[in-house]
Structure formats: C-alpha cells, structure tokens
C-alpha cells in the first residue's frame, strides 16, 4: 500500500507512540482490504464510550487510555491518548443518569460511562450520544471522505447524502480519529457507487412502516450491495429514510442505495448504473410486502404486550410530536411501558415543545443517549414487545429472548394503551 | 478432532488478509454472519435467531462464511471474542468487506478470501482445514 511522506512520518512514530500504533492498524486494515492507498478524513463517529465488561477490566487496569489502546487501536502497548486530530463525535451508547429509575440499568455501566464522557470529552470528542448524528450537527457534505460506524447512520450518510463511508469499527475509527486517514477503498470510491441491483416497486409505499418494509426487501435481495429503487411511491421524508437504510443495512450489509430523482447520486435510473443497462429488475409487490411483513412479525406468539419502543433509529422531532399527538389524553396499560429513543439534542427540543410532557402524562418515557438492544435493557419481566422498527424487530428478540410485533406507530400506541397486539397489514 | 487419515484433499487459492499459519476443524456458515446481535461474545456462540447455525459455538474452529452483515459492531465484537477466549482460530472469508477485514485484524487470526472456488461449498463442518497465508488446504472428512 502506497504510503505518503506524512504517513511515513505517523507510522514510524514522530506525531507519538498512540498515532504510530493507529498507522499500524489502518496499514494491517488498508493491507486486509487490498487498498493501494489510504485517504484523508476530517469526519468521523466511533464508539469510545459504551460500557462493556471488557472496557472496565481494561480501564480498572490503566484507565481509558489503556481501554482506547486496547479496544480503539487494537494495541497492546501503553499509550498516552492525544487530542484526537480531526473532529469525532461519540454514537450512541449506554443510558445515562436521567434513565435511573426508568431503566433496568446497572448503576457502574453509567458510572463508567460517565467518567467516559469526561475523558474523550477533554480529548476533543463530541458526545453526540445518537445512532442519527445526522439529525443533531453532524451533516457531512456531498462527497466528503467520512469514518462513520452505526450501519444505519453509514448508509444514511452515503445514500441520502452523498457523503463516502465505508460501515467503520471500533478499531478503525479509533485509528482514523488520531491521523485523519481511512483505507481508500470501497465507498470512497467512485467506480464503487454505482446501483447493482434494480427493485421496482408496485405496491402501495407511503408511509413509516412501508418504508421500513421495502427497506428490509432491498437487504434481502442486496445483501452488501446497491439496491435501485423505482416505482409509483410517495416521495420519502427524512424519517422514512431513516427507517428504510437502518433495515436495509439489518436484512442484508446495503451500505448505499439509489433512489433515482430523490437521492443525489443518481437523478436517473440510468445514471444509478452509470449509463448501463440496469439489470432485470426483482419486483416488490403485494406478495412480496405480505412476506417481509409476516417475517418481521414471525417471532410473536402471544398478543400480551408488556413493552413498547420506538425510536429506533433514534426519533426525529417528527416523530415526537406524531407519539405525542396518538398518546395525548390516553392512558397506558397498567401492565405496559413506552418508551420513546431519541437523540438528547432532540429531547430538549421535545421537552420545549411540550411533547415530552404528553408523553409522560401516558405514562410512557422518552429517553435519550441508547436503546435497548444497545444496552440489553427492557423493563423487568418484559416478555412480549412491540415496535414499529423493523431494525428492533430483528435484532432484540435474539438479544433479550422476547418475542416481538412489528406495526405502525398508531398499532404500537393502541398496544400499550390496551396491552394487547392488534396490529394487522392494510 | 484431528485430520482424518487418507482424507481427501483439496486444496484452494487466494488472498492473504491476516497473515499467518493455523490449522483445525471447520464451522461452515452458507448465510452471512452478523456480529453485534448476532453472536454472543462471551459464550463464541452465533445467537441470531433465523442464522443457521444458531446455538452453535464457533470457538477454537476455524470459521468460513460468505461474508459480513449487519451493524458496524462485527469487528468491535470479534475483538471481543479474542479478549475473551472464545474466538475462532481462523477465518475462511467469502467476500471481503470493511466490516471482515477490520475483523479478522483485530481478532488477530490468519485469515483469506478471494479464492478461486466458492469456500462455503467446497469446505464442509468438520472438515480439516489449514490456512497458510493465501493458501487453503481442506482434508474433506
């Protein structure tokens, strides 16, 4: 891999020890992929702070310089932590202070994570504390070189964007915060953007959940690849795309797609396959939402629910206010909690707006910073859940051992108002 | 387990993406694997609930799959199964991505792909199999 005179120079140690080992890392990652070169970013959203078991022996042993060493370097050497070089905002993580009392959450991991914040605080990361950091200051520009973890914020970044991410780790992003430098290979490149799969879509698409079910089709049919979308739909919010890419990137690996006329790369289907003749397109029609809709819905038995989410990926304001407006006077079941995820910039909003206040009235909860299957938190007993995510769905039943509905926003609220599970496809 | 006696051997090519030499038993996964939510670090078992292979331990195996999926957390938690005692001991990889590749770095195993047959079909679950660099020797069982 082609190395330049400035690269050379942080490899063999004259920017410190902790930069040296992050060149060491990004050349044994930038050799894995078979990369020729590495390229320069100023944008990257890693994952420092989140509590883990493995993070606390690992700081109890030499603090969080060894836990960024070990965890975000992949070294085995004592370093002294920098400033890191180029901005670096901090995803989405544990539960914070304000979540006591609310959430099952062992009182050390929000210790650890507090003493977290205030170390990579004064080491220059922004704790945004969000899978969305899209939604709260964190807007990369088309074509901006970016080091983003969270499949759902990567495919967000690359796709509605414009911006160029590969979906990152821990260790690479770690690696790129101290040196600005990323492997350039794959998104970042352009002969590597183009769509390569065609889904025409004929049956109705307007909303939240089907957004979110077309979305988890195009990963099915993908899988690591660039799904093209054309069809008949109604043109998509930042919300809709937001749940269509989080369960793109949880059924298959998508890490960018095309929706000719909506999504910058592509104001035509041909320029999605850059002037190819698109393949044969796979249809998503009735048949084809009935199935994706029945899948998400598979591990549901029983109709009591004892918990409801929503949020995930984090909410926009929108969806705020929409939670808001179905709860507003209601009452939620004696046996069943709500809760709401969002970005902590965007709760302040809320709570401005008197839409948390409603929300809570219902008795249900609107939290910042985590999720559940982030935190492997739900409400004691929780044995039943519902969601309108079809990237929850997926995931937290084979991470909490509960079964799951997937519905709209309405069908969720109806559930934790009466406990039970009504939902059905229209 | 061991290499059966007088097993048929096949051998197949590719590319180096963690150097190194390892031997020992299979764990063949034809659907692609997901990290965060998909395997239990702390136990080396694949937890995804529709995944072939769920409730199986890939630990001290060497573990061939089509590719990554899912959340960017495949590599942070691979390290973990290393940190952790339970990782696979080398990685036969189908198609390479970001998500892989930073894997198998930090689960510091000798790992391959871009061979010149498809790795999921030619190498069954307890097959013999011995990663030298980009060479993969398969003594069928």
């Not at chain 1, 932590?81 to 959450?105: E, K, N, S």
Request: charged share 20%; proline share 5%.
């Amino acid at each position: 891999m082609f190395l330049t005179d400035d690269e050379k120079r942080m490899r063999d140690g004259a920017e410190g020890a902790a930069v040296a080992a992050a060149m060491d890392l990004l050349i044994r990652y930038g050799q894995a992929l078979d990369a020729d070169r590495l390229c320069d970013v100023r944008n990257v959203a890693g994952t420092m702070t989140q509590p883990s078991p493995v993070k606390a022996r690992l700081v109890s042993e030499g603090g969080w310089d060894k836990a960024f060493a070990v965890i975000n370097l992949d070294s085995d050497e004592d370093l002294e932590i920098p400033a890191m070089r180029v901005p670096t905002c901090q995803l989405q993580h544990g539960f914070g202070a304000d979540a006591l009392g609310v959430v099952p959450y062992p009182k050390q991991n929000i210790e650890l994570q507090a003493s977290a914040e205030s170390f990579y605080g004064r080491h220059g990361v922004n704790i945004l504390a969000t899978c969305t950091p899209y939604q709260v200051g964190n807007l990369p520009m088309r074509g901006e070189h970016c080091v983003w973890m969270e499949s759902s914020a990567v495919i967000y970044a690359n796709s509605v964007l414009g911006a160029r991410t590969n979906c990152e780790g821990t260790a690479s992003s770690g690696a790129a915060s101290l040196t600005g430098k990323i492997p350039c290979w794959g998104n970042h490149r352009d002969e590597n953007r183009y769509g390569t799969h065609h889904i025409e879509v004929s049956v109705r698409v307007d909303n939240f959940q089907d957004w979110g079910m077309l979305g988890y089709f195009a990963g099915g049919v993908a899988g690591e690849d660039h799904p093209v979308i054309t069809g008949d739909f109604g043109r998509p919010d930042l919300t809709d795309l937001k749940h269509f890419g989080a369960a793109a990137a949880t059924s298959g690996g998508v890490e960018l797609y095309h929706i000719p006329g909506i999504t910058p790369e592509a104001a035509t289907l041909s320029a999605a396959f850059n002037g190819a003749r698109p393949p044969t397109a796979v249809g998503y029609g009735p048949a084809e939402r009935r199935a994706v809709y029945d899948t998400l819905n598979e591990i549901g038995s029983s109709t009591d629910v004892d918990f409801v989410l929503l949020g995930c990926p984090h909410a926009s304001v929108d969806q705020i206010r929409r939670a808001a407006a179905a709860l507003d006077g209601k009452r939620l079941s004696a046996g069943t909690e709500l809760w709401l995820m969002a970005p902590r910039a965007l709760k302040d909003v809320a709570d401005r707006s008197g839409y948390t206040e409603v929300i809570e009235r219902a008795g249900g909860h609107v939290l910042a910073d985590s999720c559940p299957a982030m935190s492997r938190a739900a409400p004691k007993g929780t044995r039943v859940f519902a969601t309108d995510s079809a990237k929850q769905v997926h995931y937290l039943p084979a991470i909490l051992g509960i079964e799951a509905w997937f519905g709209t926003l309405e069908e969720c609220v109806d559930a934790a108002v009466t406990g039970r599970w009504h939902g059905e496809l229209r | 387990m061991t290499r059966a006696r007088g097993a048929r051997r096949v051998i197949l090519h590719g590319r180096t993406v963690v150097p190194g030499v390892v031997e020992g038993e299979a764990l063949v996964s034809h659907e692609p694997i997901s990290g965060w939510g998909g395997i239990d670090p702390a136990r080396g078992v694949i937890i995804e609930r529709r995944h072939e292979l769920v409730g199986v331990c890939f630990t001290g195996k060497v573990l061939v799959f089509p590719s990554a999926k899912g959340s960017s957390g495949w590599s942070g938690f691979f390290q973990t199964t290393r940190l952790s005692g339970t990782a696979p001991i080398g990685m036969v990889i189908g198609r390479i991505s970001a998500k892989s590749a930073l894997g198998a770095v930090v689960t510091r195993v000798p790992a391959v792909t871009d061979l010149d047959a498809d790795p999921c079909e030619v190498i069954s679950t307890g097959d013999w199999v011995r990663i030298d660099n980009g060479l993969v020797e398969v003594f069928k069982k």
